[in-house]
């Protein structure tokens, strides 16, 4: 079978967890039969964000930390793609941070993919926000003395309305959770626990498969932020990860708010927007803006 996602064979270090995040996307925009063109890659800086050079889609390479400020116009502009960032942890929680955000309390329909190896790769293994407390790191060997970032409860305080973390050794989970975020109408979150195998020897495969506890035992995801929140706090008191989808609700979009207030219909009415040529629309963006 001719697969119409492939544009050239992914090269990373071997046994990068990348390689997990590629498979499990391209199987879930098949699955979906999605086509190329519906689809907008928006990528920062960083190993995992090469991703966009091996996926046959459109694309956005940005600028580090900036994938959100992006994907958030282009979803604007042209609500009928399907509008995907991608970022390692570095990328979207280190310089990156205050656009999770702000991007998350809007709710604008953006599927963000964060590649969690617990280390900067591509600079060549600084610790990064989610490298735990005293770590040793082939780049830092003294213990490492700040505590990490909670990419979950981060993306659910600051009102994401989906959130999961997934594991790049079970590809076909990671799919699944693809597959309802990208479905998601709201701004998902899904963070993948990878692994750096070239400069981070603390995440292993075997320790992270060890750890993992699988949500969807314990009843969720849960449409109340409470029992999410208490959930994730109970897994990680007991030095686990919480892997599979949270947390999901419905609530209103940021383009279908974005729609009402401006009187421009954005999202909603699919048949309208196909009337109107994106040209047309970017124009009365800017006129909306400036007057
Ligand atoms: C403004 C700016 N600051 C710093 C850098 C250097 N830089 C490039 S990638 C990167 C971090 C990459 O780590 P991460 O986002 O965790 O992705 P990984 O490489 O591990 O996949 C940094 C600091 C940059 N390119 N631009
Ligand atoms: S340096 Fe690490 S994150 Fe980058 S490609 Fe190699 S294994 Fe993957």
Redo the contacts with the bound molecule.
């Keep these: 079978m001719i697969d119409i996602f492939e544009r050239s064979k992914p090269r990373w270090c071997p046994g990068c967890g ?1 390689f997990s995040i590629y498979e499990a996307l391209k199987k879930a925009f098949l699955e979906l039969n999605l086509r190329p063109e519906e689809i907008v890659l928006v990528c ?6 090469f991703i966009w050079s091996y996926l046959n889609t459109n694309a956005l390479k940005g ?3 900036r994938v959100l400020p992006a994907a958030t116009g282009v979803k604007l502009v042209n609500p009928r793609l399907k509008v995907i960032g991608i ?6 929680y ?2 990156g941070c205050s656009h999770l955000i702000h991007t998350a309390r809007r709710n604008v329909e953006i599927t963000y993919i964060v ?1 969690d ?1 617990g ?5 060549r293994g ?1 610790p ?1 926000p989610t490298t735990p407390i005293y770590s040793h790191l082939k780049n830092y060997p003294r213990a490492w003395p700040e505590k990490p970032v909670n990419p979950l409860l981060l993306a659910l305080m600051s009102g994401a309305t989906f959130v999961a973390q997934g594991f790049v050794g079970d590809i076909d989970r990671l799919k699944e959770y693809f597959k309802e975020a990208i479905n998601h109408k709201g701004f998902s979150l899904i963070n993948v626990l990878s692994m ?1 195998p070239t400069f981070n020897p603390v995440r292993t495969i075997r320790e992270l498969r060890e750890r993992i506890v699988y949500v969807e035992e314990l009843g969720a995801p849960f449409e109340n932020l409470k029992n999410a929140v208490e959930m994730i706090l109970s897994i990680q008191e007991d030095g686990k990860y919480p892997v599979g989808i949270i947390y999901r609700n419905r609530e209103p979009t940021y383009n279908e708010l974005v729609g009402v207030v401006k009187g421009v219909d954005l999202s909603i009415n699919h048949d309208r927007i196909a009337e109107i040529s994106e040209r047309e629309l970017r124009l009365r963006l800017l006129q909306k803006k400036y007057t």
């Design positions: 990348d920062g800086i960083g190993c995992a964000t600028i580090h930390g970022s390692g942890d570095g990328d979207a280190s310089i590649v190896n280390v900067f790769g591509n600079t600084q990064s750096c």
